[in-house]
């Protein structure tokens, strides 16, 4: 018995998964970043870079549980 390959969904895989790598990867690395800026500027009592980086953080994290969200709705729809 001789399988099936669904090409199509192969070469999106090729593309689809590296993209979902790169941006889980980039934004909580701006999570990290930026916390640890903004308890830095804080500590040294500078309030405008210290906020810079928490937005820098919090905007890191809205994108990762965006991702985080958007992957879960791609598992679980039917198709």
Do not use: C, N, Y
Not at 46 to 66: C, H, N, Q
């Amino acid at each position: 018995m001789i399988a099936a390959i669904d090409i199509d969904a192969l070469l999106e895989l090729v593309w689809a998964a590296p993209l979902a790598v790169l941006v889980v990867t980039v934004a909580w690395a701006l999570v990290i970043r930026g916390t640890t800026g903004a308890l830095e500027a804080r500590r040294d009592r500078r309030a405008i870079p210290a906020a810079r980086s928490a937005f820098v953080a919090l905007a890191g994290a809205v994108l990762f549980a965006m991702a985080l969200a958007f992957g879960l709705l791609i598992m679980l729809s039917k198709s």
